[in-house]
């Protein structure tokens, strides 16, 4: 069993920013780095281990080595990796979309569907987001609120601040704002289905694809509340459950943990660093990625930090 340090798969979008580059410390070859899969082992995206015996190795090559018994007894009901957790830079706004549910997904892509999660990180004073629909909505009025590019007026635009939590269930009509930082948290799933793109092109002219038909038919469209309460999590469901670490440095400056057979651990540091102590032992700074395999035992994480935990319920 082990603790290992992740390298991500980087993502460039035309709405990226360079944040993740300058401030989390990405090593990236252009000036502008939209998304981190920090913990993927999706076929568009593999994260790698950064050190070790398995330096340069995939995820699923350290699974494949070492058996399904380092994600954890929580994971044998899923045929693949459960999750995928994201950095997320928007520069510019994002596309307004949806998610399918498992079931639809299933048969129309070949993979799951997308429940996710979303903290704010960080975001400039005035940064807003999309989340549902404002009122409720028909089908006819949807479809052509999307073909007169009028959608935006029927959407639930929220102020967000440092720190606020939005689950996202399938279905749900949803859009990063400009000027925000967030860590997602996801099932293991690259399906989205556009609606709005405000128009913009690629760098050789073109429009991205739409996918209305398909987003009408999974779209919820009654109007969205955002009244989830996880306590004590910040997030949980049958596919992730997300806590909050917070080390001061002072008082609170480390803990002790375990990690035992049930389900691995990963470790997102939103700022801050510290040193984690376990069967290995490294230094972690801010953007840093860890993952700690099932069965593992005992760890101690010292120093001044925030950071994500992830397991499988």
Not at 13 to 40: M, N, P, Q, R, V
Not at 91 to 102: A, E
Not at 170 to 195: D, F, P
Request: negative net charge.
């Amino acid at each position: 069993m082990a603790i290992l340090k992740l390298k991500p798969s980087c993502k460039n979008y035309l709405w990226g920013g360079d944040k993740l580059i300058t401030e989390f410390h990405k090593e990236y070859c252009d000036e502008k780095l939209a998304e981190t899969w920090e913990l993927s082992c999706h076929i568009d995206g593999q994260s790698l281990i950064a050190e070790g015996k398995f330096a340069g190795k995939t995820i699923q090559d350290y699974v494949d080595w070492e058996g399904r018994k380092v994600l954890g007894t929580n994971c044998t009901s899923f045929p693949n990796f459960p999750v995928l957790i994201k950095f997320i830079d928007a520069k510019q706004d994002l596309s307004i979309q949806v998610h399918p549910s498992d079931s639809y997904a299933l048969k129309k892509e070949g993979q799951y569907g997308k429940t996710e999660m979303w903290y704010i990180v960080e975001c400039e004073p005035d940064a807003c987001l999309y989340y549902g629909f404002s009122k409720k909505i028909t089908k006819e009025e949807l479809r052509k609120r999307i073909q007169e590019e009028t959608i935006l007026e029927v959407l639930n635009k929220v102020p967000v601040q440092r720190g606020d939590v939005f689950f996202i269930e399938a279905g749900t009509v949803h859009a990063i704002g400009k000027g925000i930082v967030i860590a997602e948290i996801q099932q293991n799933s690259n399906v989205t289905y556009r609606v709005y793109d405000y128009g913009r092109v690629d760098a050789e002219g073109k429009r991205r694809d739409l996918h209305i038909e398909k987003a009408l038919e999974v779209v919820n469209r009654d109007p969205k509340v955002r009244s989830q309460s996880f306590d004590p999590h910040l997030g949980t469901c049958p596919y992730f459950t997300v806590d909050k670490l917070v080390l001061d440095g002072g008082i609170l400056s480390k803990i002790t943990g375990c990690v035992d057979e049930a389900s691995f651990l990963h470790i997102l540091i939103l700022d801050g660093s510290g040193s984690i102590t376990g069967s290995e032992q490294f230094h972690f700074e801010k953007g840093d990625s860890i993952l700690i395999t099932a069965g593992t035992g005992e760890f101690e994480i010292q120093g001044k930090c925030e950071a994500l935990l992830t397991t499988i319920p």
